[in-house]
C-alpha cells in the first residue's frame, strides 16, 4: 500500500518524472506526431484516454491476477487489454472524427505499442497505487506526455523557418531538442 | 540497359541469407537508421553492461518470436494477426523476464520495468509483421540474427559512450585517472538524447560524404 498525496502523485507524474522526457517512454509517437500543434493536442488527448481506461483495466487485471495467483500472467493480459481499448478508441474517433482519424494516421493503432501505456500500467502496480491513486496517476502521465508533444510541436513549428544544417536534419535535430527539454524538465526535480 | 534493371529493387534477384544477415547489421541498422525501438536504447543505455544485456534480451525475443510467427505465417487469419504476433512476443518477453530474475537479481532490478517493455519495442513487431510473416522459418531466422547484432551493436555503442563520459569507466574498469571530473549529465536522461543525437549525426554525415563522392 503507498501514502503518497494525489498532489505529489500527479506533480511526479507529469513534471518530475515526465514520462517522456526522464523515461523516455513514447518516444514514438513524440517524434512521428510532433509535427504540428494541432495534431500533437489531439494525440495527447487520446493518449491520455487510453491511459485512464488501461489504468483502471490494469489496477482490475492486477486484482484478479492476485486472487488466482498467476503472476505470469501479468504482461500478456495487460498488453490484450491495451490492445482493445485502442481499438475501442480507433473506432470511436473514425466514427466522430474522420479529418482527426486521416491526420492521426498510422499512429493511432501504434497506440498500442505505446511504451507509455504499458509503462503506465506496470509502474501503478509496482508502486502498488490503490484505484484512486492510479487513475491520478494516469492522468498525470496523460499530462506530462501531451505537455512534451506540445512544447516539441511548438518548437518544430518555429523550426521550419530556420536553416537547419544538412547533417542533423530530421531525426537528429529533433533528439537534440528533445534532451535541451529534457534539461530543462530536471529544474522540476526538487518538486517531487 | 543491364545496369538498370540491377538497379532495380522490384527485378533485384532474391537475396541470399547473408544478405538478410548483413542488412540488418549496417545497412538497415534498427537504431541509426530505421529509429526503431527508440525507448529501450534511451532508457537503458546509461552503463555498457546495461545496454549490452538489453540487447541480448531483445535479440532473443526477436529470434524466437520471428520464428514462431514464420512457422505459423499460414495458420494466423490475417484481420487478427497483429494480436496474435503481439502474444506471441509477449509470452517470450514473459520468459525472458523470469530467466533473468534467475540469473541475476542485481541486473534485474537496474532494467527495472524495461525487460517488459520490450513487448511493445517498436522493432520486433515490425520485422513480425514486414518480415517473418512473409517468409521461410530459414530466412526469419537470419532476419532476426541480423536485425538482433545490429540493435545490440547500437545499443551498445550508446552505453559506451554515456558510460565513460557520463562515469569514466568501462564495464566498471576505471579509465582516467582521479583527477577526471565525470560529466554526469551523460549518465541522465538528457545525456541519452544528446548521444543518440550524435550518433545519427555521424551516420548523416558520413552518408552525405558518400552521396557527394
Not at chain 1, 128 to 155: K, N, R
Not at chain 2, 95 to 112: C, E, R, T, W
Not at chain 2, 154 to 168: K, P, S, T, Y
Amino acid at each position: 500500500m503507498n501514502t503518497e498525496s494525489y498532489w505529489s502523485i500527479f506533480i511526479n507524474a507529469s513534471l518530475v518524472n515526465n514520462f517522456v522526457l526522464a523515461y523516455f517512454l513514447g518516444i514514438c509517437p513524440f517524434m512521428g506526431v510532433s509535427g504540428k500543434m494541432e495534431t500533437a493536442t489531439k494525440m495527447g488527448g487520446a493518449v491520455t484516454f487510453v491511459m485512464l481506461i488501461s489504468s483502471v483495466c490494469a489496477y482490475g487485471i492486477h486484482a484478479l491476477l492476485v486472487a488466482i495467483n498467476a503472476p505470469f500472467l501479468q504482461l500478456i493480459s495487460y498488453i490484450v487489454v491495451i490492445a482493445s481499448t485502442v481499438q475501442l478508441v480507433e473506432m470511436f474517433i473514425k466514427k466522430m472524427s474522420p479529418a482527426l482519424f486521416r491526420a492521426l494516421g498510422i499512429f493511432l493503432p501504434l497506440i498500442t505499442t505505446n511504451c507509455a501505456i504499458l509503462g503506465l500500467a506496470l509502474f501503478q502496480t509496482n508502486k502498488g497505487y490503490d484505484l484512486s491513486q492510479s487513475l491520478v496517476y494516469a492522468l498525470g502521465a496523460g499530462a506530462g506526455f501531451t505537455l512534451a508533444l506540445l512544447l516539441m510541436a511548438g518548437i518544430r513549428e518555429q523550426l521550419e523557418f530556420a536553416e537547419v544544417p544538412n547533417v542533423v536534419k530530421g531525426t537528429a535535430i529533433t533528439l537534440l531538442i528533445a534532451g535541451i527539454l529534457s534539461l530543462t524538465f530536471m529544474g522540476f526535480s526538487g518538486l517531487g | 540497359m543491364s545496369a538498370g534493371i540491377t538497379k532495380n529493387p522490384e527485378i533485384k534477384a532474391v537475396p541470399s541469407s547473408t544478405d538478410e544477415f548483413i542488412k540488418g547489421l549496417w545497412r538497415d541498422n534498427p537504431v541509426f537508421v530505421q529509429v526503431l525501438g527508440m525507448c529501450p536504447v534511451l532508457a537503458v543505455s546509461n552503463t555498457a553492461q546495461n545496454a549490452l544485456a538489453m540487447g541480448l534480451a531483445t535479440a532473443f525475443v526477436l529470434l524466437m518470436s520471428n520464428v514462431l510467427v514464420a512457422s505459423l505465417r499460414n495458420f494466423i487469419p490475417k484481420q487478427v494477426r497483429i494480436a496474435s504476433y503481439i502474444l506471441i512476443i509477449a509470452t517470450f518477453v514473459t520468459v525472458v523476464d523470469y530467466a533473468i530474475q534467475a540469473i541475476s537479481v542485481d541486473l534485474h532490478k537496474n532494467l527495472g520495468a524495461f525487460i517488459s517493455l520490450i513487448v511493445v519495442n517498436c522493432l520486433i513487431l515490425s520485422r513480425a509483421e514486414a518480415f517473418a510473416s512473409k517468409n521461410t522459418i530459414g530466412k526469419s531466422i537470419m532476419d532476426a540474427l541480423g536485425m538482433g547484432v545490429g540493435f545490440v551493436f547500437a545499443l551498445f555503442c550508446l552505453g559506451a559512450v554515456r558510460e565513460i563520459l557520463g562515469n569514466g569507466t568501462f564495464f566498471d574498469i576505471s579509465l582516467f585517472p582521479d583527477s577526471f571530473q565525470a560529466w554526469i549529465i551523460m549518465i541522465l536522461p538528457a545525456g541519452g538524447f544528446f548521444t543518440l543525437a550524435l550518433w545519427l549525426v555521424l551516420f548523416n554525415f558520413y552518408k552525405l560524404k558518400k552521396a557527394k563522392a
